[in-house]
């Protein structure tokens, strides 16, 4: 094991150091774009130039730009939702350094002449298939009992999905849950739910950017098949020190940012704790819960952002962040918890004008720890995936016609299923074998503006992945048994590796201003595989990765869209169709064992999938009314020898209609008004058919898997915010939300019992949430 | 499992227990076709063995389930003894003279109709050290329910088997009260106890009440790993998170051709108990 690391280590740096040759023939205007007031870099801002409309690029995920341009007297405009326009004159004789402040809009009264340029970037962009949220956009939208959430929102989006009613997992084009690649800050988090689910480890008050990739992935990113969120941490006030927070009916919030060394770096820190067990401890002692364990519960969880960043120079600029989060559940003979940690450390360095590079070392655990309470015998059962990542990610952009983007990643993950420690002398628990194993790619990808009208990009990925020794293996033949194990192998080192090249492409054909369409082609490889056969997930899900069973799942997504601007670009308009092939599929044999067993990959069997479908979106962006229309219309469906016979059928995920409609309402610092509806056709599911007995009680008949649909679902919720005066730098607003609030009854589970009355078998649907209201107060100074 | 139940209900708890609500509804008519059923064993003990067959119904006319009649049904042992049963009416076939013996295979042949079935189980030799606990607590102490019809008090059974460590053992514990049968569908492994003492307790629950000095008989089967899998996958079709699972199925039978339930060749311990006073 310590000789691979070395090797690892060392083939890690070697290509750090890979030298990069780069000519200057043109000058180039480059620099950060940032928030005037708090000296924060933007995300995603246009820069372009006036006199010349097809050049422009888009600030990077540090908020740098760099722009080829001619010599002479040129005119620099900077556009981002949510900022003033800025325009500055520049005479060029050389290259320069030029950094643009954005000042927020606050007030949209002004507001009457529109300028068009470049807020048009989803018709210019050649990426498809991206989401990108304004963590405005989600702070305005109504909550679920008051906490913002970013996952719950993209769910409002075309083409993904809720996993169930107030669950934070989603589904991306017909995907599974697992096969979405999170990242905050870079690092993977491998469960991003708190609750069961009805919360997202992401706390709004930290997040400064959200992007989501439907499929269609750049280069850069890979690993899952569905979809990349990238997630990124507020950098924190580099001007003045200011704390915000929030008081909420299940939780608080408080963040607190502000300058290390003025205009040099800065911090912010984030802390969210809820206190649901106060309120599970007050209903038992009131005796609404008879349950006399429920009397002195531990139950609750929180979360911890923090991140730092300091400029040692103009070219050097370092970046730490981490995030820290947990879930405890306590009962005087039972404990539970569970969390995620990451660490990331980044280095930004321009080495000119015209190259970018990023360094990111990367770390993240995901942890969690049964135990039988006793103080007296204790038992526990820990289990964890960690990684350790190095990457680097290389920008080059030569001309306004040409960027060019390269790197490497290597992950070191290190899984360990369950071990356990204390236990008595009546048990023979085998602890489950530890796997490691190593993930890299090397990426190239080039975007090519070939004419005014004409852009592409063509990149390559190629991924390979690496099994390490020290655990026996074992190869089950076809029929999947745990009896059928073949062969052992139980090896120190590589066991088994796979290379996959994963090829994508994309072209944009610019018909003018506001016209578009793009075509993609990508091809997606995932080698970790999530073991989950519940509907809501559970942190004892487990994550195993490519073996000589499972081999690495697939994924071809073919996407061609229109996209269409209106009314000066206030109105956008998209259409995009996509089809997808899945190969390498997991799914379960009948009455698998999947906790606690190391013969688990004999429990698995293996499929195909095709999902294929059609998003539309209309949205407003500017103004004081906003909003979209969001309507998808999709299939998803699987394919495994051994179910249904062999025959195609519907995944769970699989729904036809799924429609959205967000509306906000600004009166300027006084009210906000949103709402948001939500209707979508019913997860297949399968229902018994028949019935029979079995000791004299019943017991239900399945025969095809999926075959039923659940109800239709559908709900409205609204919210109301108050803004009030601001006093001394004291900013404060107070939310009212209603969640489902016609208090439709959607079904969360169908189940089926006989009656006691009549001896008939009937069925029972269950709502978990009618009308819920919530009350929030968020503070600003 | 009852862990996760309670992980479940305690973190849905503030967030369900005021809002969540169930409603019976009206799914449609399901249709399908119908299929035989067999609950057959045969044990190491006296007595006839039995063997049960009937068919499924549609869910939504669950009536009364329709017997086999007029089936040839055989139990054959590995050793050569084979017996045809006599059919005793209401779908139920009796033997006469055949009797388990620990580590024979037997085989199960069933005509029904042209149509046929068969099944294999082996018995396993019965544990030799099989002990029982009972006593009275108030109910509802540690999370087990309240008694029912207002009882205060609850039994709590205890019992350890030392398990033999040289091979895989299942065990099911089949409990009866005052010789009515009350629970058939306990089963467990020796997974995390091989060769070591296997103690747990329960609770009995019963619709009726439990009366000081009532006749408490527990049975401990020996079966084979297909029965234990089945009544292991039936429990997961019919109890706790089954309606969390995303792909219910129907239990794992050890019935060839389609047939449903179980033929079970098992070692059979009985003990007995006394409620107390």
């Given amino acids: 094991m310590k000789g691979f690391m070395k090797r690892w280590i060392l083939s890690c740096m070697a290509f750090m150091w890979v030298s990069v040759i780069c000519g200057q023939n043109k000058f180039v205007v480059s620099g950060y774009v940032t928030d005037s007031k708090s000296g924060e870099e933007l995300i995603g801002a246009a820069v372009s130039i006036q006199e010349i409309p097809a050049a422009g690029v888009y600030t990077n995920e540090y908020g740098f730009y760099s722009l080829s341009v001619p010599q002479g007297k040129l005119t620099i405009a900077v556009s981002l939702i949510g900022y003033e326009y800025l325009s500055v004159p520049v005479d060029i004789t050389k290259s320069v350094k030029l950094n643009l402040d954005l000042t927020q809009k606050i007030t949209r009264l002004g507001e009457v002449t529109v300028s068009s340029e470049k807020r048009n970037d989803n018709v210019t962009r050649n990426q498809m298939g991206i989401d990108k949220l304004n963590i405005q956009e989600i702070k305005n939208l109504p909550s679920f009992f008051g906490e913002k959430d970013v996952l719950k929102t993209l769910q409002l989006l075309p083409g993904i999905k809720s996993a169930g009613e107030g669950n934070s997992g989603f589904n991306v084009r017909g995907g599974t849950t697992d096969q979405n690649l999170i990242l905050l800050d870079g690092a993977t988090v491998y469960n991003p739910s708190h609750l069961m689910g009805f919360f997202s480890v992401f706390n709004p008050d930290a997040i400064k950017d959200v992007t989501m990739y439907k499929g269609s992935l750049p280069a850069e990113f890979g690993g899952r098949l569905s979809s990349v969120l990238d997630i990124r941490m507020d950098d924190g006030n580099n001007k003045k020190i200011e704390a915000s927070g929030g008081i909420g009916l299940i939780s608080s919030r408080l963040t607190v940012g502000g300058p290390l060394r003025k205009e040099r770096g800065s911090f912010i820190v984030s802390a969210r704790r809820t206190y649901a067990d106060l309120i599970v401890r007050g209903l038992a002692r009131a005796g609404v819960l008879n349950d006399t364990t429920l009397r002195d519960p531990k139950l609750y969880f929180y979360d911890l952002n923090a991140k730092a960043n300091y400029r040692f120079t103009e070219k050097d600029r370092v970046f730490l962040s981490g995030y820290f989060g947990r879930d405890v559940l306590g009962l005087p003979d039972f404990g539970f918890d569970w969390g995620n940690s990451t660490a990331t450390v980044r280095w930004n360095h321009l080495f000119n004008d015209k190259l970018f590079l990023n360094t990111s070392l990367i770390f993240n655990n995901f942890t969690y720890t049964i135990s039988n309470g006793s103080t007296v015998d204790p038992i526990n059962i820990v289990s964890k995936i960690r990684d350790f990542s190095v990457r680097q990610d290389y920008q080059y952009s030569s001309g306004h016609n040409n960027q060019v983007r390269f790197g490497f990643e290597s992950t070191w993950h290190r899984m360990v299923p369950g071990t356990i420690t204390g236990a008595d002398t009546n048990t023979v628990f085998k602890s489950l074998p530890v796997s490691n194993s190593v993930e890299s790619s090397v990426y190239f990808s080039h975007t090519l503006n070939l004419t005014q009208h004409l852009n592409i990009n063509y990149g390559l990925r190629i991924s390979e992945f690496s099994l390490l020794g020290d655990a026996p293996f074992f190869i089950y033949s076809s029929y999947n048994y745990a009896d059928s194990a073949k062969s052992i192998v139980d090896s120190t080192r590589k066991v088994i590796s796979y290379i996959r090249p994963e090829p994508r492409f994309s072209v944009n054909y610019v018909f003018n201003d506001r016209n578009s369409v793009k075509a993609s082609y990508t091809r997606n490889v995932q080698y970790l595989h999530l073991l989950s056969n519940s509907t809501t997930g559970s942190p004892t899900d487990m994550w195993i990765p490519s073996s000589y069973n499972t081999l690495p799942e697939i994924s071809d997504q073919y996407a061609f869209g229109y996209y269409r601007n209106f009314a000066s670009n206030n109105w956008e308009f998209s259409a995009e169709v996509y089809y997808k092939s899945l190969f390498q599929q997991v799914d379960y044999i009948n009455g698998a064992i999947l906790n606690f067993n190391s013969n688990v990959e004999s429990q698995l069997l293996y499929g195909k999938g095709r999902a294929y479908g059609l998003e539309l979106l209309l949205k407003k962006k500017y103004g004081r009314f906003s909003g979209w229309i969001g309507y998808t219309l999709s299939r998803t469906e699987r394919r495994f020898e051994d179910i249904n016979r062999g025959a195609w059928y519907p995944a769970r995920q699989d729904r036809t209609h799924d429609v959205s409609v967000v509306a906000i309402y600004e009166f300027p610092r006084k009210w906000t008004f949103s709402s948001t509806w939500v209707y979508n056709t019913g997860n297949a599911v399968t229902f018994p058919k028949g019935v029979y007995v079995i000791d004299n009680r019943p017991v239900l008949l399945y025969t095809d898997r999926n075959g039923n649909r659940m109800p239709a679902y559908h709900r409205l919720d609204i919210s109301v915010t108050k803004q009030f005066t601001e006093r001394k730098n004291y900013r404060s607003s107070l939310t009212f939300s209603l969640y489902n609030a016609y208090s439709h009854d959607n079904a969360w589970t169908i189940t089926f019992r006989q009656n006691d009355k009549t001896g008939q078998i009937e069925a029972v649907q269950t709502t978990l949430f009618k009308l819920v209201p919530s009350v929030s107060y968020d503070f600003r100074f | ?277």
């Fill in chain 2, 1 to 277: 499992m009852k862990s996760l139940t309670r992980i479940f209900f305690l973190a849905g708890v503030p967030l369900i227990l005021s809002v969540s609500c169930q409603k019976v509804i009206d799914i449609g008519v399901f249709n399908s076709a119908p299929q035989l059923v067999a609950e057959g064993t045969i044990t190491d003990q006296q007595g006839p063995c039995i063997v049960k067959l009937t068919k499924t119904i549609d869910i939504d006319n669950f009536a009364g389930i329709p017997s086999v009649t007029g089936a040839d049904v055989e139990i054959s042992d590995s050793a050569g003894v084979k017996e045809t049963l006599t059919e005793a009416g209401n779908g139920i076939y009796i033997s006469n003279t055949i009797l388990g013996i620990p580590g024979h295979k037997y085989k199960l042949m069933i005509n029904s109709g042209g149509q046929l079935y068969s099944a294999v189980s082996v018995m396993p030799h019965p544990v030799t050290d099989f002990r029982l606990g009972i006593k009275k607590e108030v109910a509802g102490t540690s999370g087990g329910s309240p008694g029912t019809g207002g009882e205060p008090y609850q039994y709590r059974v205890s019992y350890a088997i030392t398990d033999p460590g040289e091979y895989e053992n299942y065990y099911r514990l089949v409990i009866f009260h005052n010789n009515m049968e009350i629970s058939s569908r306990r089963v467990f492994d020796d997974k995390f106890h091989n060769g070591k003492v296997i103690e747990d307790d329960f609770v009995l629950h019963d619709t009726l009440n439990f009366r000081p000095g009532d006749l408490i008989e527990i049975d401990l089967q020996n079966i084979d790993r297909d029965i234990y899998n089945f009544f292991r996958t039936l429990r997961m079709a019919t109890g706790g998170l089954s309606f969390l699972s995303a792909s219910p199925a129907n239990p794992l039978s050890n019935i060839t051709n389609g047939g449903l339930g179980y033929f079970s060749a098992c070692s059979v311990i009985k003990k007995h108990l006394t409620i107390p006073g």
